[in-house]
């Protein structure tokens, strides 16, 4: 089953990498782009994948900080289950013993 998941995920990667090579290459095009103080020029899929890049470096670095926090609660909360399973055996035990 591993190596069906593997061969997917490389057949997906491998259709993603030729659509944006195909995408560059049908949009060679030359754009100009002004940001405040001076101007940039670039094939237009330059400027779209860049853009696509850009948002999702931004998207993953954005979710970090609730990916922490959420693995920290899950720390706390399995140390809390753990300190209650304990105490159930313990008082089951003491149940056991009258």
Known sequence: METIKGLIIKLAILIALVSV??????????IEVS???FE???????????AFVV?????????????????RKTVIHTGSIKRKDKEIARL????SRD
């Not at 948002?55 to 693995?71: E, I, N």
């Open 21 to 30: 090579i195909l995408f560059a290459l049908g949009n060679t095009q030359i």
């Open 40 to 50: 940039l020029q670039a094939p237009v899929a330059v400027w779209v994948v860049s």
């Open 55 to 71: 948002g999702g470096v931004s998207g993953l670095l954005a979710s970090t900080g609730m990916m922490l926090s959420h693995k």
């Open 35 to 37: 940001f405040f103080f």
């Open 92 to 95: 089951r035990s003491v149940v």
